[in-house]
């Protein structure tokens, strides 16, 4: 994943904001490994190129639970 993709899928259902990610990703335990769908900066016509990878879910950090 690279600076300028956009996440359109998480886990096969479509996201079209970090709030849905988040609200997915909040019922899926660390360690977990996810599928990702992403548009990326490609050679198409549009610019995108759509491709899904495999990611691998870390703990949240203590910064980002003292976010909330």
Known sequence: I???DIITKVNGRSVVNM???K???SYI?????????I???GLS???YEEK???VTLGQKSNI???RR
Do not use: N, P, S
Not at 30 to 37: A, I, N
């Open 52 to 54: 899904t990878v495999k």
């Open 45 to 47: 016509a549009d610019g």
């Open 29 to 37: 335990r660390y360690g977990t490994e996810v599928d990702l769908t």
């Open 39 to 41: 548009a990326t900066v």
């Open 2 to 4: 690279r600076v300028g």
């Open 19 to 21: 709030d849905q990610i």
């Open 23 to 25: 609200e997915i990703l």
């Open 64 to 66: 980002e639970r003292r």
